[in-house]
């Protein structure tokens, strides 16, 4: 997972780069106007219910985050909600959010910037169901390809994301604030 899910999300002026952004927002807009709520079937054929987060979820997202150890900030969190080009989904059972994504749409790319499914209801395949919907948007956007990064040693991630297309782009040597290196993967939307 990128940096910034271990700092700070970096502000709209921070770089010529930034300005790309402005050009997708029109798309981005189209995609929070559609805010219903998507059911999918997991491996398990249970109907899991995704959907765009919102305010009332900010708690049970951080918590979540803490636990999956990617570290954001309430404020963090409120920022994604905020940012025209990033789409936050969440996994809903009836009694609490059971996971979350959030991506950014950038022109024709996805990056995928943080993924987490609540301890104890992993392996029930929401994590894939969270991924795929956010591929599945990517794609409604215009996104041609999708990428991603996490820690080398986080062995859950690959797998996922092995499974779900994704191959491996790049390696980045001591890229996280302990020295371990990240693993960056694509895959074509
Ligand atoms: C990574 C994570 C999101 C996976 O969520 P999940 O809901 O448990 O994943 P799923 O049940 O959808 O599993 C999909 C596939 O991922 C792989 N996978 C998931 N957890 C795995 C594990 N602990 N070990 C090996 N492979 C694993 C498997 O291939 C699995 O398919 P299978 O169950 O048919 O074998 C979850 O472990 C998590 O929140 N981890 C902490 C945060 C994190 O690491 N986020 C990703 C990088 S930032």
């Not at 002026?13 to 997991?42: D, M, P, Q």
């Not at 990428?147 to 890229?175: C, K, M, P």
């Amino acid at each position: 997972m990128p940096s910034t899910l271990h700092g700070h999300v970096p502000s709209l002026t921070a770089g010529r780069g930034w300005a790309k952004f402005s050009v997708c927002f029109s798309y981005a807009r189209e995609l929070h106007a559609k805010r219903g709520a998507f059911h999918i079937a997991n491996a398990e054929g249970r109907t899991l219910t995704i959907r765009h987060a919102s305010q009332d979820d900010l708690q049970a997202m951080h918590k979540i985050s803490e636990a999956g150890h990617i570290g954001w900030s309430i404020q963090q969190l409120q920022a994604e909600l905020d940012l025209d080009f990033s789409t936050v989904l969440v996994s809903d059972s009836e009694a609490d959010i059971e996971g979350f994504i959030c991506g950014w749409h950038v022109c024709e790319e996805l990056q995928v910037m943080a993924l987490a499914v609540s301890q104890g209801r992993r392996r029930e395949g929401i994590g894939r169901a969270l991924l795929e919907e956010l591929l599945c948007h990517g794609r409604r956007l215009g996104g041609l390809s999708a990428f991603l990064e996490f820690r080398a040693s986080n062995e859950a991630a690959l797998q996922l994301y092995i499974g779900a297309g994704f191959t491996q782009v790049g390696w980045r040597d001591a890229y996280y604030e302990n020295g371990e290196a990240a693993i960056l993967m694509s895959r074509i939307l």
